[in-house]
Nanobody, 130 residues
Framework: QVQLVESGGGLVQPGGSLRLSCSAAGFTFDSKSYGWFRQVPGKERVGVSC????????YYLDSVKGRFTISRDNAKNTVYLQMSNLKPEDTAVYYC???????????????????????WGRGTLVTVSA
């Protein structure tokens, strides 16, 4: 069974850092595209970053460029999102997603295509507040 489990969220002051982790199981981790999206209650999902499975090309939401870094560790079946210089507007539940090839491509042409997500986890809450 496909499983994605996020961790690493919490309360952090503006300007602080957090590293989110996404542990994957139930499928072959290598060569898949992964992404992180976030959602504030009552608002739309927003694609934050993705990493393409074929060549590790990355995409970032404009507002997080230079502050967030997505990476993957194939040996640990884990995807990371390193977040620094956090701002109150980064507050949201962050979800990890995977493209299993069932639908359209998720991370392609410099975009994070939300309709390409085949599975996602339950999320981890990030709160940026003084």
């Amino acid at each position: 069974q496909v499983q994605l489990v996020e961790s690493g969220g919490g309360l952090v002051q503006p300007g602080g850092s957090l590293r989110l982790s996404c542990s994957a199981a139930g499928f072959t981790f290598d060569s898949k595209s992964y992404g992180w999206f976030r959602q504030v209650p009552g608002k739309e999902r927003v694609g934050v970053s993705c990493i393409r499975g074929s060549d590790d090309t990355t995409y970032y939401l404009d507002s997080v460029k230079g502050r967030f870094t997505i990476s993957r560790d194939n040996a640990k079946n884990t995807v990371y999102l390193q977040m620094s210089n956090l701002k109150p507007e980064d507050t949201a539940v962050y979800y990890c997603a995977v493209d299993l090839g069932r639908n359209q491509d998720m991370c392609v042409n410099g975009q994070f295509v939300l309709n390409g997500m085949d599975w996602w986890g339950r999320g981890t809450l990030v709160t940026v507040s003084a």
